[in-house]
Structures are given as C-alpha cells and as structure tokens.
C-alpha cells in the first residue's frame, strides 16, 4: 500500500511545456486504464491548467516511476529526455504532503485559491475503479484537510492580498479607482474576487468578459454590471481603464494587436491590465505599447511576500503538518490491522477444534462444565494474544513496524490468503462508504482540531 505521486508543474517546467502535456492527456479515462494495466495498482490523474500529477498506489517504485514517465511522453510527444528533467517523484509519506499541501492551496501559483480543491474533487471522482482503498483513503482525507484549511486559517487571505497588492499598482499608475471603467476577463472565482474587490474601491462601471457569455452575465449580475463574450474584447479595451484577467486557458487571450487596436482609440488614457492567470492570458509585449502597464503573477507574488498573508499561510502549513501525522499513523495501524484480525480467527479456529475433541473425549461433561471448560480456555487464549497484539499495533510507529507484522505471520503460519480475505474486506467497505475512509464511520484518520 505505497503511493507514488509523480507530476510536472508551473514550478518545475516552462509554461509551453506543461502546456503539451496537458493536451496530451486528453481524456483521462483513457490514461487510466493504460496506468493500471501493468505494474501500477491504482491510480488518480489531476490534471489543471497549472499541474498535471499522477497518484498510482504500487509495490514497486521504479517500475512505477517508469509506467507512469514513459505514459506521459507518449501522451503528450515530449521526449522521454527532455521531459524527465522537469518532473517531480514522491514516494510513500513526501506523496502524503504533497497531495495535502496541493488540496489546502499551498502548492498553487496563488497561494491559498480554493479552484484547486473542486479540481481535486472532480479527478477523484472520475478515477471510478482505478482508485482502490488505498487512493480512496488518501483522497476522501486529502479533500477534508483542504476544507479545513480554508475554514480555520486565513489562507483565503493570500489570493485577497495578491488582488489587493494588484491595485496598489493600479492606483500608482492611475491614481484613484474611484469611477474608474473595469473590465474582468474570466468568470471563475478568481475574476469574481476581483470584481469584488474592485466593487469595494468604488470602481464604476464593470464588464465581465468570457467565452462562455452566459457565465460572464452570471458573475456581472452579482457585481452589478454586465456581461459580454470575448469577440467584444477590443470595444472593451478601448473603455476600460484597469483590466483584470484570469482565465485558466492554456493559450493567450489578449493579444498585442488587440490591445494596440484599443490603444488607437483611447486619446492616449492610460491602462493598466493585471495579469492574474496561469498561463499568463496577457501577451507579454503588450507592456511597450504607449500608456500601457502591465502587472503579471511574478510581479505580484515578489510584492505579496512582504505582506502579512504569510500568517494564513503559515497557519496552513501547521494544519497540514498536523494532519499528515495522523493519517500516517492510522495508515500503518490500518496495514497491520488484517494480520490481527488473521491471527485472533486462527486461535478461534483451534480453539473450537480443541473443544470438539474435547467433547467426543468425555462426552460425560454436562452443559454446564462444558461452559466453564470453553470459556477457560477461550480465557487462557486471548489473555495469550492480548499483549502481541497491542503491542504490535503500538510499534507501528517505529521505522521497523510493518516488520513485526510480518513476525507474527510467519511465528504463527497464518495463511496468507486470511490476511488478504480481511483486506479486501476493507476496500469493500470503503467502496460502498462504510470504510475507515469515509466520513459515516470514526475510525479513519481524523484529527482533534
């Protein structure tokens, strides 16, 4: 039950190369079966705009590694080579983290937005049987820990801060917000907290522009402004003083000629356009058109760090920290568990034998001693198994643990396919939420905060 996390991101690859394997996956299904067909037991695929990050759970971790590279560029066409120098590997607890520390937020460009956790919900659903317990347990736990994050801390204010730090640049270039024309490039959650914060400032009137036009009048109802499609880009431009973009394409949504034609009409206003996606959805040329400023991500995240965001962040991290414990913890208890169940089901077996011959022996005994013989031995018995087995649960916390279960199978000729008749048990319970993985029942990892 080892899980093998292996991903290429915007902080391990150019934007352009991510962007290939991100089309080469294309639908996911398909990647899936062709991950669990070999080596791989189980496998999860998220795949954003930012990230594309393969969860498989595996015995072994070369062959994993291996399955999982090679898969990815043949999807994708970038040669094994190249792509191998951007990719990052984690194995067994460093996996753990990293799928807690991407579902609170603390891994995305901007820190602490919540897309990711609905992205995250969306890939575990659509694994379907790929995902066995092992990945169920991960997932149902990696999806609470992130809900928690955004409720207890203040990391929500980090994504605030990084609007916030973006229209002090717009205030340095223009002056006071107050009336000034907006236009929102985006419908996500990101483009809503913009508009609001810009609603806050006391901007004027407010556009929201999106591919889809019915999801840009959704969002301008709720700011009070109205909503177009992206073919009215360069009429918007032209009356917009500060625009905020935030799309989540994998390609460039304003252009420089677009901007320039806008240029052309606006008598030499200034603007000033805030580039909040990645990929970036502004070409970066448009900076040296005349009156025109440009403010991207890198920018705003060097002005972030000297804010007092950190302290959500910081918050966060301590969470994650703090549940990565206890998940691992009941993990291992959860392995031995079957080996136990195995165990004390064998002692009943030669209990019940005993008792048999016993019977057929002195058939004599009346009911009444054959009770007090029965429940003596049964006494004798488990008294036997109590202290192994505890203690074998309490040294699943050292290094060695997994060890002393395999001490007691091999001391006690447990037959291996008990062991595995109470695992599979297991997963079945998880599949249909009754497991340790799920929210109905309390013995899954949980934490006391």
Not at 2 to 20: D, M
Not at 114 to 137: C, F, M, V
Request: proline content about 3%; some cysteine; glycine content about 10%.
């Amino acid at each position: 039950m080892s899980v093998l996390a292996v991903g290429i991101s915007h902080r391990s690859a150019p934007v352009s190369l991510l962007e290939e394997v991100t089309r080469g996956l294309g639908d996911t299904s398909g990647v899936l079966d062709e991950i669990t067909t070999g080596t791989v037991n189980e496998a999860v695929v998220l795949s954003t705009c930012n990230r594309v990050e393969v969860y498989a759970e595996t015995d072994e971790f070369h062959p994993g590694v291996e399955a999982i590279t090679a898969l990815l560029s043949s999807r994708s066409g970038v040669p094994l080579e190249e792509l191998s120098k951007h990719l990052y590997v984690h194995w067994n607890d460093p996996a753990v983290l990293h799928l807690f520390q991407v579902a609170s937020g603390l891994d995305s460009m901007v820190v602490g937005e919540s897309q990711i956790l609905g992205q995250l919900r969306r890939a575990y659903a659509a694994s379907g049987g790929s995902a066995g317990r092992t990945l169920h347990e991960l997932f149902q736990t990696a999806l609470r820990v992130g809900k928690r994050v955004h409720t207890e801390t203040g990391i929500d204010a980090a994504g605030q801060s990084l609007v916030s730090v973006g229209l002090e640049h717009a205030v340095g270039a223009l002056g006071d917000l107050t009336g000034r024309a907006v236009l929102v490039i985006g419908a996500g959650s990101m483009g809503a907290l913009a508009g609001t914060t810009l609603r806050r400032a006391g901007v004027g009137d407010v556009v929201v522009a999106n591919r889809t036009a019915v999801n840009a009048e959704r969002l301008a109802g709720t700011l009070g402004g109205r909503g177009v499609g992206l073919d009215a880009l360069v009429d918007e431009l032209t009356t917009a003083d500060v625009v905020v973009t935030s799309t989540g394409a994998t390609g460039l949504v304003v252009r420089r000629d677009a901007v320039a034609a806008a240029v052309e009409r606006r008598e030499g206003r200034p603007l000033v356009v805030l580039d909040l996606a990645l990929p970036r959805d502004v070409e970066t040329t448009v900076r040296t058109l005349p009156g025109v400023s440009l403010v991207d991500l890198e920018t705003l995240q060097a002005a972030l760090s000297e804010t007092d965001a950190g302290a959500g962040v910081e918050a966060a991290r301590a969470v994650v920290t703090e549940e990565v414990g206890t998940f691992l913890s009941w993990q291992r208890s959860s392995r031995i568990a079957p080996t136990v169940v195995a165990l004390r089901s064998r002692a009943d077996e030669v209990v019940s034998a005993e008792l048999a011959r016993l019977t057929s022996r002195l058939p004599e005994l009346d009911e009444r001693e054959r009770g007090e013989v029965e429940m003596a031995v049964r006494r004798v018995v488990q008294t036997l198994l109590h202290t192994p087995t505890v203690r074998v649960k309490e040294l699943t916390e050292s290094p060695v643990g997994l060890s002393y279960a395999d001490a007691l199978r091999e001391l006690f000729g447990l037959d291996p396919a008990a062991v595995e008749a109470v695992t599979k048990l297991s997963v079945e319970e998880t599949a249909t939420g009754d497991g340790p993985g799920s929210t109905a029942v309390g013995d899954g990892p949980r934490s006391t905060g």
